[in-house]
C-alpha cells in the first residue's frame, strides 16, 4: 500500500495507472475507521482494478461548537485495518494542502443541501461538497465509492457532481450495522454503555417504520409519529428531526407511494446520531 501526501503526487499516479488501461475507485473518509468503511473498501476492489484510500479530517463540514478537535483520530490503527484489504494507495493529504492560506473557493450545492442536515448543520455540506471536489481532482477516479448511512450527502454529492459534469460514477454501499441494529459510525465511541444501549431506538424507529408501511399505512404522518414515539422511550435522547423523503429530491412526501427515505437524528447524551432505511411502499 503506497502512501501519499501531496495533491500532485496523487494525481500523477492515478494518471500513470489510467494510462496503463486501469480503471480507478476512490473511498473519501475522514478516519476513524470501522467495519462500515472496510465494506466500502471491498465494494470499491469490486469495482476498479485499482483502490485509493482518502484519510482526511476535513475541518470545513465541522460547524461552530462541533466536535473537530475531539473528532476520533487513530492513523496507526486504521493504516493497519487497511493493510489487510486490497488498497493500492492511502492518500494522506494535510490541510495546508488542500487548504492553503490565501484558500477563498468554495463548492455548494443549494438545492438538496438546504434542509434536514443542511438545516441542522448550516455550513456542512459546503465543506463536504468542496472537499470531495477537491478529492476529486486530486484522484481523478472513475468512481467514487460512498455510504448510504449519509444518506443526504450522497445525494447531495451526487447531484453536485452531476451540475458540474464531473464524470466519476457514484457507487453507494449500504449501512451496516450491530447486531442489534445500531448503524456503525465513528461517533458511537463517545456513547456510554448505558447512551449505547439507548442508541438502538434509531434503528428501532426505522424497524417500526418497516413494519408499518409493509402492512399498508399510507400515511406518512402516522408513521412518523410511531418513530417518535419509540425515540421518546429513551430518557438520554432528543429529536433532532425524522422525515419520510422523496431519496432523489429529499423532499417531505405526502403519502406513501414508491421508494420512500425515512430519515432520522437523535441526540443521545451529547452525542448526534443519524440513520436511514429505504422502504418500499408498495412491496
Request: hydrophobic share 40%; glycine share 6%.
Amino acid at each position: 500500500m503506497l502512501h501519499l501526501r501531496e495533491p500532485e503526487q496523487m494525481r500523477e499516479w492515478s494518471r500513470s495507472q489510467r494510462h496503463s488501461g486501469s480503471t480507478i475507485a476512490l473511498v473519501p473518509t475522514m478516519g476513524a475507521l470501522h467495519d462500515g468503511h472496510l465494506s466500502l473498501v471491498s465494494l470499491a476492489a469490486e469495482h476498479a482494478d485499482r483502490v485509493v484510500v482518502s484519510l482526511f479530517v476535513n475541518p470545513a463540514q465541522f460547524g461552530e461548537g462541533e466536535d473537530l478537535a475531539s473528532y476520533p483520530r487513530d492513523r496507526e490503527r486504521d493504516v493497519r485495518l487497511l493493510s489487510d484489504l486490497p488498497v493500492d494507495v492511502l492518500f494522506l493529504p494535510v490541510e495546508s494542502d488542500l487548504y492553503p492560506e490565501d484558500y477563498s473557493t468554495w463548492v455548494e450545492e443549494t438545492s438538496i443541501s438546504r434542509l434536514w442536515e443542511g438545516a441542522a448543520r448550516p455550513e456542512h455540506f459546503r465543506g463536504v461538497t468542496t472537499i470531495v471536489t477537491r478529492l476529486l481532482l486530486a484522484v481523478e477516479p472513475d468512481l467514487l465509492i460512498l455510504g448510504q448511512k449519509d444518506a443526504q450527502q450522497v445525494a447531495v454529492v451526487r447531484k453536485m457532481m452531476r451540475d458540474l459534469l464531473i464524470p466519476a460514477e457514484v457507487v453507494t454501499g449500504p449501512i451496516v450495522r450491530e447486531s442489534d441494529g445500531l448503524a456503525l459510525s465513528s461517533r458511537n465511541v463517545y456513547l456510554s454503555e448505558d447512551e449505547r444501549g439507548q442508541a438502538v431506538c434509531l434503528s428501532e424507529a426505522l424497524a417500526e417504520a418497516r413494519r408499518l408501511v409493509s402492512g399498508g399505512e399510507g400515511d406518512p404522518a402516522v408513521v412518523l409519529q410511531r418513530m417518535r414515539e419509540r425515540v421518546g422511550q429513551e430518557p438520554d435522547a432528543r429529536l433532532d428531526y425524522v422525515a419520510a423523503l422523496d431519496p432523489l429530491t429529499f423532499d417531505p412526501v405526502d403519502t406513501l407511494r414508491g421508494n420512500i427515505l425515512f430519515c432520522l437524528a437523535v441526540h443521545i447524551g451529547e452525542t448526534r446520531l443519524i440513520d436511514n432505511d429505504i422502504i418500499d411502499a408498495e412491496a
